[in-house]
Nanobody
Framework: VQLQASGGGLVQAGGSLRLSCEPS???????????VGWFRQAPGKEREFVAG????????SYADSVKGRFIISTDASKSTVNLQMNRLNPEDTAVYYC????????????????????WGQGTQVTVSS
């Protein structure tokens, strides 16, 4: 299963972007349950958790740095997981990756990258000041 992350681009500080994560080859509905996490990696920094959601529990989790600005959601009709990013600032500049796990956890503890079996190729988000 390949994940396609899209929606990145260049935006001014204070602006918004909407990222989407869509599997290719299969759909999220193929899995009896799944969780999707968004991560990001800025130049010279380690990849970090941004947000996560599970299909079954709908438990949400956000990094403190994006709480109140980013919203993760699922779109069952399109089989995508979206990340709405508002009030962007230059510190949000990074390559954003989506990842999926069909083995859990589904309880909101989505931060551990080793839990994810599937990863997307990343989409660049650049926020200018």
């Amino acid at each position: 299963v390949q994940l396609q992350a899209s929606g990145g681009g260049l935006v001014q500080a204070g602006g918004s972007l909407r990222l989407s994560c869509e599997p290719s080859g299969l759909t999220f509905r193929t899995f009896s349950d799944y969780a999707v996490g968004w991560f990001r990696q800025a130049p010279g920094k380690e990849r970090e958790f941004v947000a996560g959601i599970s299909r079954s529990t709908r438990a949400l989790s956000y990094a403190d740095s994006v709480k109140g600005r980013f919203i993760i959601s699922t779109d069952a009709s399109k089989s995508t997981v979206n990340l709405q990013m508002n009030r962007l600032n230059p510190e949000d500049t990074a390559v954003y990756y989506c990842a999926a796990t069909a083995r859990g956890p589904y309880n909101g503890n989505y931060e551990r990258m080793a839990d994810y079996q599937y990863w997307g190729q990343g989409t660049q988000v650049t926020v200018s000041s």
